[in-house]
């Protein structure tokens, strides 16, 4: 106590009002969140009967099936919490929300999995029956289902998780069936043998979806192919070519060029001197390029001069292959083939052909009228033995260390083609190349049979109406929302450009195309009641029944010898493209389409797009009304995470050191539309901002103890402050509600922690704290100040809910044990009358002047003239009769939060303080005149004017004294 104030004769500090509550500052999550978890049960559940009851709207979110293998990563916590943000605030919003939680279970990460065990146990997976394999991926994928649904729930997933959906349950392989069958219906389906991208790695065809490119350092070759036939300029000349994958000369048969490409024959004059190796063009040679890319050609291959001959039409020009002279294998002729494809940008202007190895080569092959397509590497990545010179050489390793890198056949066919003379130049380039997205190996175009979904041809039936597959997906991208709307421009694109849909795979682990086809005819058998059959069986004993139970089981009266029974199984984005059949048809209180979709950015091109294509082929339209996409979680430093490099944020460590609360405030805080970041540094930032929420809620609670309807004061009745926290209120309502409807968390987030920092603890907390610690308790204007923290805590409790459910489900109890569960509220109605936009004008005018005042106050606490504001009697001087206006009905010493204030008209004397950004306000900061009241501690001149309590102000005495009749 400083030496100027005189000993009080009472200890006044019981007559203070002063905040009390059980609800601690430190938080405790990690051990608070598995109690709360614990007393909820199931909440879902609950809050469903609740909302059926109501008769609530529906609202369908459909989840987007993560893989059943491994811990969950951050990247599934952010994806899993934006959900819950979403089913939360839709509950709140009092709607009756349908979420399923589900797993995708099948393909290739699982069979990789299980054949290293069987491996380890010194079996190969040929030695193991594909019944035993299937139930061993079944378990494997059974235990992650568990650990991850576990994991989810930790975090405060809400969902029906006891009904949970995974695409491995019997009746979802069923469904899958049913969904594959009706494409067999209508004709959308068909085999085809033509080049697809080829994982030898996995030993399977990929879709585009399955695909990503990555920078790769390739060999690049320039090739001679000789003139054989063709005008007399050309005959003995060499076309030359350029790759950067050596590897298919040997399956290549023709060249293609372009007809509005000039080409010339360039013959060699002389060779670039002083080179450390003999270069394989000699003065002489007559070679056939592009005239825009002869001097580029020239370059790679030493030649120093040449003379351009003539000009050369392409036309009926037939070459040799260029290892004719090596193996008669390679005798054969090689036609010219026009290709609009072939362009002069690079290379040489011709485009060496392997129609079994590339798409375009492969549609100029056919453009030409050829049918025959050369095999040339098998499943494995290798050779085919009856490949001339190269038979068993691998393309690509797929066992060992050197699983996914380049073998030896690149090397071996560069070395025969410096053997046969055919070699122009050689290098290395660095280019885009497509890899697997799960095995992040390196992938081959293989010409091999597959089964596809036609995206191109029009189907007269009642779901497209003369549109294709293509068409009708496109109409539905344009009938559909998309968060951000970005999204709609990315999956557009990819299904404008996306060739038909390769569906089947060589694999053991997933769905089968359940199926037979005729031996005679080639086409599916679309029997109604084999198909019924199949289905049946597969829902009772799971999709191994297409695998184990004989043919005949299936076909019935059908001949089993004259069907070929297809083992393929489906591509993994067709199971989960599927789901919304099985989840959201015939199943109670839901419906189809879903009003939502919520997943990474990366299923464009796999989840939302295969669901999308599904839907469209069988219904017409997508099975969803909306999309939200959310981008990658980084490292800090913008990196890509990962457990090897050893930079990963795990959940599960973030949730055992500071609780899901923190994971989840972070998952609301970041702009999860872009790519976003969490790292040590990101996650104090968050505990801080969860603190002051915390805190102010904290607050409230300590604040509003006793606090009974008796109490409440009329909003007609309430003073200018209240008033503007009512307006306050009732515009954060509208904001709250749109944002959450949006999707936008953030926006609710941040205006929720600014209103709290700002509103409440800077202003209307700081203001009022006087009054509500030493007001006594029926002065209108204590009530008021707690009426309006009632009603502020009624709207943060529920309004932060569907963020902080843990946090305001303890603060919810601590105010109203036994009254049920928070997150069964609903958000309350705000009354319009609430809108005060005149009071809202007022307190942005006072809250300027006070801007100055606070300036002026700090330069006197610095330099020690006062020590805190209740020292100071600040005359403030306004010369806008606006600012000036602002300040009628209020007290400028409450509002200045000093002891005594007084406020002039007029610019105020030179030496005031000013802010150079508030014009027209000054500030003398006077010291308050009077004693020191030793309740409030407010300077006053009336100090002592009430002979009972002498160290009283008048307000302080009249309080203490009803304080003291109250427990007489």
């Known amino acids: 106590m400083p030496d100027d104030v005189e000993k009080p004769a009472r200890d006044y500090r019981e007559t203070v009002f002063l905040p009390e509550t059980p609800f601690p500052m430190r938080a405790g999550l990690p051990q608070l969140e598995p109690r709360i978890l614990e007393g909820w049960g199931d909440l879902y559940g609950a809050i469903r009967k609740d909302r059926q009851a109501r008769g609530a709207p529906l609202y369908v979110l459909h989840d987007g099936p993560p893989y059943a293998n491994g811990a969950i990563h951050i990247g599934h916590a952010l994806n899993k919490l934006l959900k819950d943000f979403v089913v939360r605030s839709r509950f709140a919003l009092g709607f009756d929300v349908d979420y399923v939680p589900g797993w995708d279970c099948h393909g290739l990460p699982i069979e990789w999995k299980i054949e290293e065990e069987f491996r380890a146990k010194g079996r190969r997976k040929d030695e193991v029956s594909k019944a035993e394999f299937r139930a061993r991926c079944r378990e494997y994928a059974a235990h992650w289902i568990a650990e991850q649904g576990r994991e989810f729930q930790r975090l405060g997933v809400l969902g029906d998780w006891e009904h949970r959906y995974a695409t491995m349950d019997y009746a979802s392989e069923a469904a899958i069936v049913r969904e594959f069958h ?37 060999p690049t070759i320039w090739v001679k192919f000789e003139v054989v036939e063709g005008s007399d300029a050309a005959l003995g000349a060499s076309v030359v070519i350029w790759t950067t994958t050596p590897w298919t000369i040997p399956a290549n048969r023709a060249v293609s060029y372009n007809p509005d490409i000039a080409y010339a024959v360039y013959r060699v004059e002389a060779m670039e001197e002083g080179l450390p190796f003999e270069p394989w063009a000699k003065p002489g040679d007559r070679l056939i390029v592009a005239e825009k890319l002869a001097e580029d050609v020239f370059a790679a291959a030493k030649i120093a001069k040449w003379l351009k001959l003539e000009a050369v039409d392409c036309q009926g020009m037939v070459l040799s292959h260029p290892l004719a002279n090596l193996d008669s294998g390679y005798g054969f002729q090689v036609p010219m083939l026009a290709g609009d494809h072939v362009t002069d940008d690079a290379g040489t202007g011709f485009v060496h052909t392997a129609p079994g190895h590339g798409a375009d080569d492969y549609q100029v092959w056919l453009a030409h009228g050829h049918r025959e397509i050369p095999e040339t590497v098998d499943e494995d990545g290798a050779y085919f033995p009856h490949v001339p010179l190269f038979g068993g050489l691998k393309v690509l390793e797929t066992e060992g260390k050197k699983a996914g890198k380049f073998g030896p056949a690149n090397n071996a066919v560069i070395e025969k083609l410096i053997e046969a003379g055919a070699l122009l130049a050689r290098g290395r380039v660095e280019h885009s190349y497509p890899h697997s997205w799960r095995s992040k190996a390196p992938v081959i175009f293989r010409n091999t049979p597959q089964w596809f979904i036609r995206m191109d041809t029009p189907l007269e039936d009642e779901v497209h109406g003369g549109r294709t597959l293509r068409e009708t997906a496109l109409a539905a991208i344009d009938a559909t929302a998309f968060y951000p709307e970005a999204g709609r421009t990315r999956i557009r694109s990819m299904v404008e450009g996306r060739p038909d849909w390769l569906i089947s795979r060589q694999r053991a682990w997933g769905s089968p195309l359940a199926m ?7 086409q599916p058998l679309h029997d109604d009641q084999v198909n019924a059959r199949i289905a049946g069986l597969i829902e009772a004993e799971g999709a191994d029944a297409w695998f184990t139970r004989p043919d005949g089981d299936f076909l019935g009266n059908h001949d089993p010898a004259r069907y070929e029974k297809i083992e393929d199984i489906l591509d993994v984005w067709f199971d989960s493209g599927s789901t919304h059949a099985f989840t959201l048809e015939n199943r109670a209180n839901t419906r189809w389409p879903a009003d939502l979709y919520l997943e990474g950015s990366d299923q464009h091109r796999g989840w939302f797009q295969s669901s999308l294509l599904e839907s469209c082929a069988t219904r017409g339209r997508a099975p969803y009304g909306a999309v939200v996409t959310h981008g990658m979680t980084l490292t800090e430093a913008g990196e ?3 457990k090897s490099l050893g930079n990963a944020v795990e959940p599960q460590d973030v949730t055992r050191q500071s609780g899901a609360e923190i994971l989840r405030l972070w998952a609301a805080l970041v702009d999860y539309s872009e790519d976003q970041r969490i790292g040590a540094t990101v996650l104090q930032t968050t505990i801080d901002a969860y603190r002051k929420l915390r805190n102010t809620v904290r607050y409230l609670l300590g604040a509003l103890v006793g606090f009974d309807e008796a109490e409440r004061l009329e909003a007609s009745r309430m003073p200018p402050l ?16 749109a944002a959450y409807e949006a999707y936008d968390f953030t926006a609710v987030i941040r205006p929720l922690a600014d209103f709290c920092s700002n509103d409440l603890s800077a202003l209307f907390f700081d203001i009022r704290r006087d009054a509500l610690y030493c007001d006594r308790p029926d002065s209108e204007r204590r009530r008021a100040t707690r009426t309006v923290m009632d009603l502020v805590f009624e709207r943060l409790t529920i309004w932060l809910a569907p963020i902080m459910p843990f946090t305001l489900e303890e603060a ?3 105010r109203f044990p036994g009254a049920g569960s928070n997150c069964l509220r609903v958000f309350p109605e705000t009354p319009a009358d609430w809108q005060d936009t005149a009071e809202a004008e007022r307190w942005a005018r006072v809250e300027r002047v006070t801007r100055v005042v606070t300036g002026a106050l700090e330069v006197e606490r610095r330099d020690k003239r006062i020590g805190a504001a209740l020292e100071a009697a600040p005359r403030v001087h306004v010369a806008d009769p606006e600012l000036i206006a602002a300040f009628q009905g209020l007290d400028p010493a409450e509002v200045f939060r000093t002891s005594q204030a007084t406020l002039v008209a007029g610019e105020g004397p030179s030496g005031a303080f000013r802010l150079d950004e508030v014009a027209g306000v000054a500030v003398e900061p006077l ?4 004693r020191k009241c030793a309740r409030s501690w407010r300077i006053l001149p009336e100090v002592g004017s009430d002979p009972r309590y002498p160290d009283l102000s008048l307000r302080d005495a009249d309080a203490v004294a009803a304080w003291d009749a109250a427990r007489a």
């Open 182 to 218: 009706k494409f067999i219906a209508s004709g959308q389906l068909y085999r085809g043998s033509k080049p697809v991208m080829w994982s030898p790695v996995e030993r399977t065809a990929l879709a585009d979806a399955e695909v990503e490119y990555h920078d790769h350092v390739s």
């Open 516 to 522: 037979f086809v005729d031996k005679v005819t080639g």
């Open 640 to 642: 890509k995470m990962s």
């Open 722 to 737: 209240e008033r503007y926290v009512l307006h306050r209120l009732w515009q954060l309502d509208a904001q709250v509600r």
């Open 812 to 814: 919810w109890g601590v």
């Open 927 to 930: 010291k308050a005149e009077g």
